[in-house]
């Protein structure tokens, strides 16, 4: 694959890219929160044959800016949006892990002639809970006044299953080296912007008839089954769904299930 800069509205932003030469269609994929692009590479080698494929290192992650204002799940819609534009690629079915499921319903809303469908993962449709506003309000400013060590457990037993937290050593390993690449004072206004200022997305499908494909962990502590529940209500009624036994990150967690969802949702 080869990594770009592309200029958008909330700086320059890190894609990957790899094109097919006889694409079924584009398949643009944004990580979650505290993960790059390369957060897909597990899953990414079953499709690059038969699609275009675009890897966005979100604002404040990898080779991406860093915004230094708040800005709104559309906003990352936006940007979604320049970088298809950018490769004058007329639309793409976008696969998101938690922030990514976020922009991907906002995109549906907002572009909708530019969205094949929807792969969610660990994500949901409602906006924050005023409990999770107030520790949101507190979080950002604790990394980046002390730093990721003093959070390392909080932080790894949010984001796997408790089976993976305290009996798969690689992954832990794997998961804090992805927190220890980033700048917590730059990173600062994202983690205000996608964690305590998102907007509810309860209404982006709303009459929407898009292929989705909803992904989500029976462990997952942050995207519990109300929220699942939730999402899902709020989906097409062809809604595919597939449940796994993990925590806050299928990817990480059960990268050969989330290949095989995706490979059955993308044939049917």
């Known amino acids: 694959m080869i990594k770009e800069q592309i200029q958008t509205s909330l700086g320059s932003m890190a894609v990957a890219i790899s094109q097919s030469s006889n694409p079924k269609g584009t398949l643009a994929f944004w990580p979650g929160m505290f993960f790059d692009g390369t957060m897909w590479d597990p899953v990414l080698d079953a499709f690059l044959t038969d699609y275009n494929i675009l890897v966005i290192d979100p604002p404040g992650h990898g080779g991406s800016d860093a915004p230094q204002k708040i800005f709104s799940i559309k906003d990352c819609s936006v940007i979604l949006r320049e970088i298809l534009d950018h490769h004058a690629l007329p639309s793409c079915m976008i696969v998101g892990l938690s922030w990514g499921g976020f922009v991907a319903q906002s995109f549906c809303k907002h572009f909708p002639d530019r969205c094949d469908g929807l792969v969610l993962m660990n994500t949901c449709a409602s906006g924050p809970k005023r409990s999770e506003k107030i520790m949101f309000t507190i979080i950002p400013r604790l990394l980046a006044r002390f730093g990721v060590k003093n959070f390392e457990s909080a932080l790894t037993n949010a984001l796997l299953s408790k089976s993976a937290a305290k009996g798969n050593r690689m992954l832990v390993s794997k998961l804090r080296n992805y927190l220890h690449l ?55 009624a062809n809604v595919s769904i597939t449940k796994l036994p993990v925590g806050h990150n299928a990817v990480l967690e059960a990268p050969s299930d989330v290949t095989a969802a995706m490979k059955r949702f993308l044939l049917a």
């Open 182 to 236: 980033l700048d917590y004072k730059a990173l600062k206004p994202v983690l205000f912007s996608v964690m305590k200022h998102r907007e509810d997305l309860s209404d982006c499908l709303n009459g929407s008839d898009i292929p989705c494909l909803v992904i989500y962990g029976d462990q997952d502590p942050a995207m519990d089954a109300v929220r699942s529940e939730h999402l899902i209500s709020r989906m097409p």
